[in-house]
């Protein structure tokens, strides 16, 4: 490949093991697995080696509504909506930690940066942060009217990203554990929330067939997709996921009602490509790997299909250090 250019994604596998619709995604920073979770109860661990074979983690009472590695990759978290949140080892027995998170469907499970710090959300309306160490709970953030049904921490670990059912997006400061800025830019249910890797862009999807970029230093909406995912035959709008990627976060993936994936051109500010894997119903999840050279997908049809983005070959190798971030146009 010359550079600059750009090749196609190319399908690298595709893997089958649930029994239902696939909600969740997680790549191990160090590429030798990728997690998924699933309406079907459980969690399945693909190992990259085509020698071994998967792992499936069995346990939750409810719907898997979202899994994450630890930041060394010695801890997967997942959240369901039988309230808990489990913590597996990423190994054949699995499991070494179970608590109940929330008094509802926790919706969102993340690792902080440095790894000391767990997040979780929920339909209680509540983000709630704990401590790795002994699972100890810290505090919670109260604030939005409905369920939250996606949150993040920032790169820096000093900001929480939420989305709500009751259409707003908030920003909090985890340290002094206030909400900061109420973002109203939505007209449905939002269903995710990422922040840039530059940690200055956040963006968002929602029911509303969005896509929203916002500067959070000015707070001003700077990119806007429309009709991103529709699917006029069933009456179905809605965009579920996104996730970003490239080597500087110049790429934005999504999921949505019409069966497709699609790659989002942030520089430029256009859709393009289109992914046609999937074979029915909607997509619900992505995931970029941390170098950004792979991404995963996943939805209704019960396959995890595994993706080579082909986008650039400068990739860091050393989790993202001193990397000059792209940021989106302002004017884009």
């Not at 196609?8 to 191990?28: A, M, Q, V, Y």
């Not at 002094?176 to 940690?199: L, Y």
């Not at 965009?239 to 500087?248: A, E, L, P, Q």
Request: with cysteine; charged share 20%.
């Amino acid at each position: 490949m010359e550079h600059g250019t750009l090749k196609d994604p190319e399908l690298e596998r595709s893997f089958f093991g649930h029994k239902d619709n696939i909600t969740c995604l997680s790549f191990k920073p160090s590429m030798t697995q990728l997690a998924s979770g699933s309406m079907d109860h459980t969690v399945m661990l693909w190992n990259f080696p085509t020698h071994l074979r998967a792992y499936r983690y069995i346990g939750h009472s409810g719907p898997v509504t979202c899994v994450d590695f630890s930041p060394s990759g010695r801890l997967l978290a997942s959240s369901s909506k039988d309230c808990t949140v489990r913590l597996w080892t990423p190994k054949v027995k699995g499991e070494v930690a179970l608590f109940k998170a929330h008094s509802s469907a926790v919706r969102a499970v993340q690792f902080s940066r440095d790894g000391k710090s767990l997040l979780t959300a929920s339909d209680d309306k509540s983000i709630k942060t704990w401590s790795t160490n002994g699972m100890k709970f810290q505090h919670s953030l109260l604030g939005h009217l409905s369920w939250v049904k996606t949150a993040c921490f920032s790169p820096s670990s000093k900001l929480i990203l939420s989305g709500s059912d009751d259409k707003t997006i908030k920003l909090w400061d985890e340290h002094n554990k206030i909400c900061i800025k109420t973002f109203w830019d939505h007209k449905d249910s939002v269903n995710c929330v990422k922040f840039h890797p530059s940690g200055s862009i956040i963006a968002s999807c929602s029911n509303d067939n969005t896509i929203k970029l916002i500067d959070i230093r000015v707070n001003k909406l700077i990119q806007l997709y429309e009709n991103a995912h529709s699917n006029p035959t069933k009456g179905l709008d809605g965009v579920t996921s996104i996730s970003f990627g490239g080597c500087n976060g110049e790429y934005l993936l999504s999921s949505g009602a019409d069966s497709l994936i699609k790659v989002w051109d942030l520089k430029e500010g256009h859709l393009l490509y289109t992914l046609y894997g999937h074979k029915r119903g909607p997509t619900l999840a992505t995931a970029f790997s941390r170098n950004g050279k792979f991404f995963a997908t996943s939805g209704c049809d019960e396959h995890v299909l595994l993706w080579k983005s082909n986008f650039k070959e400068e990739y860091d190798n050393e989790n993202n250090k001193n990397l000059n971030y792209y940021e989106p146009n302002l004017n884009g």
